[in-house]
C-alpha cells in the first residue's frame, strides 16, 4: 500500500532551537518528495521538491534530505521563529501527473517565545 | 500570498443540500486540482482539470463533479452532501501538470 508516515505527530520547541521532522514512505513508482507547510486555515505552501537524484535541497532556514535507498526524507529547521508554527506535510508524487501525490498527516509544530 | 483564491470561505450546509465551490488559479496556470482535507488529516486527492479537460481522478464518489473554464479557474460541485463532506477544500493551479503546486486558502464546509 501506497502510504506516507510522518513522525513526530506534533512537536513543541522554543523559539532560536533546532528541529528535524521525519517521513517516511512506501510509495513506489516514485518521482519526487515534496514539503510543504501550511498554516492553520490556510491552503500549504511549498518548501521543496526532490527528485530520486537530489538528497538535500534548501530553502532559506529549511533544509530537506533525501535518501531515495532507505525511502526516507527530512525537513531541518534551522533557528526556530515564532512564524514557523504550522503544519509540515510530506508528500510523495509516484509519477509526474498530480494526481499521483501521496499526502503525509503532517506534523504539527510550535514555536514558542 | 499564492494568487489563488477561493470563494466561498466558509459555508454551512445540511444533508442532501448541493454546493458548489469556486477556484480562480494563478495567472499563467492551466493545471487545478482540488484536494478535501478533514480536521488532522492530510489532503485527499479528488481531480485534477488540466486545459478544461478532467486529468485524472481520486477515491471520490460520483456526486463530487467538477469543471474548468476556458480562463482556467475551476468548480467543484458536491451533491447529496453528507456529514463526513465538511472538511476544508483546497485547490492548487500550476503552470502545467506535474509543476508546483500553489495552494489556495480553501473553503471550510460543514454539513449539519
Known amino acids: 500500500k501506497n502510504q506516507v508516515e510522518q513522525s513526530p505527530q506534533s512537536l513543541i520547541i522554543l523559539e532560536g532551537k533546532n528541529c528535524t521532522l521525519q517521513c517516511n514512505y512506501t510509495v513506489s513508482p516514485f518521482s519526487n518528495l515534496r514539503w510543504y507547510k501550511q498554516d492553520t486555515g490556510r491552503g500549504p505552501v511549498s518548501l521543496t521538491i526532490m527528485t530520486f537524484s537530489e538528497n538535500t535541497k534548501s530553502n532559506g532556514r529549511y533544509t530537506a534530505t533525501l535518501d531515495a535507498d532507505t525511502k526516507q526524507s527530512s525537513l531541518h529547521i534551522t533557528a526556530s521563529q515564532l512564524s514557523d508554527s504550522a503544519s509540515y506535510i510530506c508528500v510523495v508524487a509516484r509519477s509526474y501527473n498530480t494526481d499521483k501525490l501521496i499526502f503525509g498527516t503532517g506534523t504539527r509544530l510550535q514555536v514558542f517565545p | 500570498e499564492t494568487g489563488v483564491t477561493q470563494s466561498p470561505t466558509h459555508l454551512i450546509k445540511t444533508r442532501g443540500q448541493q454546493v458548489t465551490l469556486r477556484c480562480s488559479s494563478q495567472s499563467g496556470h492551466n493545471t487545478v486540482s482540488w484536494y478535501q482535507q478533514a480536521l488532522g488529516q492530510g489532503p485527499q486527492f479528488i481531480f485534477q482539470?488540466?486545459?478544461?479537460?478532467?486529468?485524472g481522478r481520486g477515491n471520490f464518489p460520483p456526486r463530487f463533479s467538477g469543471l474548468q473554464f476556458p480562463n482556467y479557474s475551476s468548480e467543484l460541485n458536491v451533491n447529496a452532501l453528507e456529514l463526513d463532506d465538511s472538511a476544508l477544500y483546497l485547490c492548487?493551479?500550476?503552470?502545467?501538470?506535474?509543476?508546483?503546486?500553489?495552494f489556495g486558502p480553501g473553503t471550510r464546509l460543514l454539513v449539519l
Open positions: 492548487a493551479s500550476s503552470r502545467e501538470n506535474g509543476e508546483t503546486q500553489y
Open positions: 482539470y488540466y486545459r478544461e479537460e478532467e486529468n
